[in-house]
């Protein structure tokens, strides 16, 4: 699976959007991009995937890049319930199963 | 909304014992996994398993560590003689089908190794 690279943290004003990039340029073209957030050692919690094409869900909203190098997560109105480590993961949906690979993620505060 | 549940949440062993984490998957997936995240570090893939056997593991998962659906719904993490570096947090997941985009987690057993 490709490597992704995050930055470690960022602050994020409650009520604002918060962008958070990944880049991952070593993306083969059957990789999907997953998002993953962790809030307070809880067990990690599904966000949203994509391949090509932005999607949005009732969490947020993910924008990939044309040439699929980058993708940045946006929470659209960031609440003190967001405070949390986001990882984004590259993955093949292979036979194999499910596995994920986590990085360090970025460990978003949001302060009120 | 469906939920992995995991007991207990924190398990405090003396070293060389055996524990026996566990887990009950959301009813209907056909996917289970363990991970596990040492205080500080990154979450790691330690198991996959699907009709009854080990799909795939990672280096982490050695003769120590076993892994059993004894039931239609319990699927547990065994490991034989634990040491002081097996403490962590143990994350339990599952999902429906091997192409499926979204893994639930459990929240997670504490395990303490003294």
């Known amino acids: 699976d490709a490597k992704t690279t995050q930055p470690p943290s960022m602050d994020c004003a409650e009520g604002r959007a918060a962008n958070l990039p990944c880049n991952h340029s070593t993306i083969s073209g059957n990789e999907y991009v997953y998002w993953y957030r962790q809030i307070h050692s809880q067990g990690p919690q599904y966000i949203i995937h994509?391949?090509?094409n932005n999607e949005t869900n009732e969490m947020a909203s993910l924008i990939i890049t044309e040439d699929r190098k980058s993708s940045t997560l946006i929470l659209p109105h960031a609440t003190l319930r967001d405070t949390a480590v986001y990882y984004c993961i590259v993955r093949y949906l292979r036979g194999a199963g499910n596995k994920l690979t986590f990085g360090g993620g970025t460990r978003v505060l949001v302060k009120p | 909304e469906p939920e992995v549940t995991q007991t207990p949440s924190h398990q405090v062993t003396q070293m060389g014992q055996e524990v026996i984490l566990r887990c009950v998957p959301i009813s209907n997936h056909l996917y289970f996994y363990w991970y596990r995240q040492i205080l500080g570090q990154k979450v790691e893939f330690l198991v996959s398993f699907y009709n009854n056997e080990i799909s795939e593991k990672s280096e982490i998962f050695d003769d120590q560590f076993s892994v059993e659906r004894p039931d239609g719904s319990n699927f547990t993490l065994k490991i034989r003689s634990t040491k002081l570096e097996d403490s962590a947090m143990y994350f339990c997941?599952?999902?429906?089908?091997?192409?499926?985009?979204?893994?639930?987690f459990g929240q997670g057993t504490r395990l303490t190794v003294v």
């Open positions: 994509g391949l090509k």
């Open positions: 997941a599952s999902t429906l089908g091997q192409r499926d985009t979204e893994a639930f």
